[in-house]
């Protein structure tokens, strides 16, 4: 049975506390989640309802022969509840495990499958089906840009491993649903160009800087203009590593103007990669 809840409000109370499991979340934050800043007189009592009907749920899951009830699962502590769940048996605790891996690892390759690993336990925009009061509205953000860092770092990795081809997909529908994404826009072009869509990869940045002039009011940073010209110039800094190695030596330490670095420091040294930083 799935113990998540259809009602809206039951349903935000479970989002605050499983987010939060095996932490107290104090009654006012659940109250101030629910009914904002100006909770009516009753709310303390609806809350409690709401409580109850989460247990109810729970007993029905767990069965009559469980060896915890709904209240050691759903506790009521230190005038707020906690939610008492097995360490290791959500999602997000999973998804920060395998990205910590990734970070830690010393092969790209390795890498790029944990980044996987991690980016395929999300389905969908975080909370979508919940309603967002203050405290939910913090974590939605806080998942949001964990999950668009991974994708920066998996992107990045990819492209150093030639992987351009395989990204190709992804990146295009993200450069549609994240137009002033600097890095991914940056990570797109790069793609492109290696595809030998040039033409593309110039449109791209053109509809990125347009898109920021007459959003922001701004050009794009000085890195996507690098990136640009190294485009225009079908530059060696662009192409997947070991063809730019075959092209400017194997012992070149020519300088990237977008790599922040030498094209030879490794992966451990720096955990960045080999591709034009654009962020």
Not at 176 to 195: K, W
Not at 211 to 233: C, F, I, N, Y
Request: aromatic share 4%; hydrophobic share 40%; net charge positive.
């Amino acid at each position: 049975m799935n113990i998540v809840p259809t009602a809206g409000k039951p349903r935000q109370i479970f989002a605050v506390l499983a987010l939060n499991a095996n932490n107290i979340v104090p009654v006012r934050v659940l109250i101030e989640e629910v009914w904002g800043e100006r909770p009516p007189r009753s709310a303390g009592t609806t809350l409690q309802t709401y409580v109850l009907q989460l247990r109810k749920r729970l007993a029905v899951a767990l069965g009559r022969n469980a060896s915890r009830s709904p209240k050691d699962l759903l506790v009521t502590a230190n005038g707020g509840y906690l939610l008492s769940v097995p360490a290791g048996s959500r999602d997000i605790e999973d998804f920060d495990r395998l990205t910590g891996r990734a970070r830690r690892a010393g092969d790209p390759a390795e890498a790029f499958r944990l980044f996987n690993q991690a980016l395929a336990l999300w389905r969908g925009s975080t909370l979508v089906d919940v309603p967002i009061g203050h405290t939910l509205e913090r974590e939605v953000v806080r998942l949001e840009e964990t999950r668009t860092k991974t994708l920066h770092e998996r992107n990045e990795i990819g492209l150093q491993l030639g992987l351009h081809a395989e990204l190709l997909g992804e990146l295009a529908a993200l450069s549609r649903s994240n137009p002033m994404d600097e890095t991914i826009q940056g990570h797109f072009i790069v793609a492109l160009y290696r595809m030998g869509r040039t033409l593309d990869a110039l449109e791209t940045y053109q509809r990125l800087r347009r898109t920021m002039v007459e959003e922001l009011g701004l050009e794009p940073s000085d890195r996507l203009r690098e990136l640009q010209r190294a485009v225009l110039a079908s530059s060696p800094e662009l192409d997947v590593p070991a063809a730019r190695r075959r092209r400017l030596g194997a012992a070149s330490r020519q300088e990237c103007p977008m790599c922040g670095g030498n094209f030879i420091r490794g992966w451990r040294a720096r955990q960045e990669l080999m591709v034009p930083r654009v962020s």
